[in-house]
């Protein structure tokens, strides 16, 4: 049977509870990982085993590719980031690759040393909504 | 050979598990700081009460899982420990006992690798082993780093302090 969004919200806060080391109740959909959670660069790694164990069933494994979730090498590609700004051409490819996150707020300023802010809880329970449903 | 905390690889499965062991001795300096006796504010003397430190237990446990790591790329990857993400040693090991480090590969990918480990300890008096601590961690593998710092070519992480070690579990030929 499909998980509900409430099973999924569920699930994620565990997730986070284990990997961030960080109360229950500061998971809300709105928090960020890195600004209010506290995540860490070696974190997101973390979050991405732990929700792959969480999600996979031995019916349908729950495999996330490198960069799937967090875009991580995109902002290494000079033709995506100038002067520290993400270009037009790097906001496109944000939109396609990480639908997940909303970008509208993110490219009205668009540093990439900031895009990490934009990572939130709501965030990694649409991705896995998504990717369940797919 | 400095800062090696385990003694011997006594078991490997590639990709998938390996054990190691360090038997705790007397002859450590370590221990003899760990504690010494100390003289208390109301001037009685507690006797030295010589521990393994858990910190050093940590280390152990991650130099095991650290060469189970390495080992799955054939240690051309610089693997460094990332983070701890649980620990817990449920009793003092004390100088006369062996520590068996039992850890397993969890989840492996380009930019790292998630280990968890079994603590187990044996005693002379008992003559069994018995579980002690459960440690879970994180290696990063650092030329995949998200920031893209760039890092010298040596294999700084497996060197010369591994090579008895590689060489004793048929990990590394001698001389190489």
């Known amino acids: 049977m499909a998980k509900s969004r409430a099973d999924i919200e569920a699930d994620v806060r565990d997730v986070l509870v284990d990997a961030l080391g960080v109360d229950e109740d500061d998971v809300v959909p709105t928090a ?14 973390d979050i991405v085993f732990r ?8 019916e349908k494994p729950f495999k996330i590719a490198q960069g799937e979730l967090f875009p991580e090498n995109l902002m290494t590609d000079p033709s995506l980031v100038e002067a520290g700004k993400v270009t037009a051409k790097g906001i496109a490819l ?41 | 050979m400095r ?9 490997f499965e590639p990709r998938k598990r390996l054990v190691a062991v360090k038997s705790v ?4 300096e370590h221990l003899h700081q760990h504690f010494a006796a100390e003289r208390t504010a ?13 910190s050093l237990i940590l280390e152990g446990m991650a130099q095991t899982a650290g060469i189970l790591v390495g080992s799955v790329h054939d240690f051309r990857e610089k693997v460094v420990l990332a983070k701890v993400v649980s620990a817990t040693v449920e009793r003092d090991i004390l100088p006369g006992e062996t520590l068996r480090y039992d850890a397993t590969l969890e989840r492996m ?20 082993w018995a579980p002690v601590g459960r440690i879970e961690l994180m290696f990063s593998h650092l030329d995949q780093n998200r920031a893209g710092v760039a890092f010298p070519e040596e294999n700084f992480v497996f060197g010369e302090n591994f090579r008895t070690i590689l ?10």
């Open chain 1, 32 to 45: 960020t990982l890195k600004g209010d959670l506290g995540a860490e660069s070696i974190d997101y790694l």
């Open chain 1, 51 to 58: 929700l792959e164990k969480k999600f996979s069933t031995p």
């Open chain 1, 94 to 134: 944000l939109k396609e690759r990480v639908p997940h996150v909303d970008v509208s707020e993110f490219e009205k300023d668009p540093q990439v040393t900031k895009l990490p802010t934009y990572f939130t809880v709501k965030s990694l329970c649409d991705f896995v909504q998504r990717k369940l449903g797919a």
């Open chain 2, 3 to 11: 800062w090696m905390w385990i003694d011997r690889v006594t078991v």
């Open chain 2, 25 to 28: 001795s007397l002859a450590e």
């Open chain 2, 42 to 54: 109301d001037g009685t003397t507690l006797p030295p009460r010589p521990v393994m430190p858990s």
């Open chain 2, 109 to 128: 990918d380009e930019m790292g690798a998630s280990t968890v480990g079994i603590v187990d300890r044996f005693s002379f008096v008992d003559h069994a």
């Open chain 2, 167 to 176: 060489e004793g579990a048929g990990l590394r030929r001698a001389g190489v």
